[in-house]
Antibody, heavy 120, light 111 residues
Framework: EVQLVESGGGLVKPGGSLRLSCAAS????????MSWVRQAPGKGLEWVGR??????????DYATPVKGRFTISRDDSKNTLYLQMNSLKTEDTAVYYC???????????WGQGTLVTVSS | QSVLTQPPSVSGAPGQRVTISCTGS?????????VHWYQQLPGTAPKLLIY???NRPSGVPDRFSGSKSGTSASLAITGLQAEDEADYYC???????????FGTGTKVTVL
């Protein structure tokens, strides 16, 4: 059974930093292209960024609003995905989900997410 | 920065058929990238409803169907039920943005 368990959320002041983690199980993590998606309170879904598998280059792509502030990384030995968030803004307040891209297309499995609140 | 446009809301009586449109452009749906649909019940995480334009994951009722044509896609719900009341999002890939994109979301209300 695929499981994606996000952690590390909390309250942080504007300009601060936070690192989210995602523990993955039930699939071959090292082969997976992983993404972060977020949802601000009462708003829609927004893709944050992704990291390809090391076999496919391990490169990253980011959405414009977070480019230069957020960094996605992975530790395949620990089956863990990370999201380092710096220079946080109030508009980054959201529930953050980590997801694996399915070979057939789409994000087939969703965890419960972790809430990040940026407020003074 | 949603580049996929959906109607904010649609509604229908129980048993009726409703459709949700997802309009994109030549850099996403029109470029041939697949469209996927998600259902988000109140207070819960999203759930995959349709992948690869028209495929249902196991466990999704056949009342839900997807299609794609040109720069748009559609999700149809036939035999609308009270438990279908939720938010629905389309999703694809955009070559100009080099990333995945979600639709603006549609709230389905069962009258």
């Amino acid at each position: 059974e695929v499981q994606l368990v996000e952690s590390g959320g909390g309250l942080v002041k504007p300009g601060g930093s936070l690192r989210l983690s995602c523990a993955a199980s039930g699939f071959t993590f090292s082969n997976a292209w992983m993404s972060w998606v977020r949802q601000a309170p009462g708003k829609g879904l927004e893709w944050v960024g992704r990291i390809k598998s090391k076999t496919d280059g391990g490169t990253t792509d980011y959405a414009t609003p977070v480019k230069g502030r957020f960094t996605i990384s992975r530790d395949d030995s620990k089956n863990t995905l990370y999201l380092q968030m710096n220079s946080l803004k109030t508009e980054d307040t959201a529930v953050y989900y980590c997801l694996n891209w399915n070979d057939k297309g789409g994000f087939h499995y969703w965890g419960q997410g972790t809430l990040v609140t940026v407020s003074s | 920065q949603s580049v996929l446009t959906q109607p904010p809301s649609v509604s229908g009586a129980p048993g009726q058929r409703v459709t949700i449109s997802c309009t994109g452009s030549s850099s996403n749906i029109g470029a041939g990238f697949d469209v996927h649909w998600y259902q988000q019940l109140p207070g819960t995480a999203p759930k995959l409803l349709i992948y690869g334009n028209s495929n249902r994951p196991s466990g999704v009722p056949d009342r839900f169907s997807g299609s794609k044509s040109g720069t748009s896609a559609s999700l149809a719900i036939t035999g609308l039920q009270a438990e279908d009341e939720a938010d629905y999002y389309c999703q694809s890939y955009d070559s100009s943005l080099s990333g995945y994109v979600f639709g603006t979301g549609t709230k389905v209300t069962v009258l």
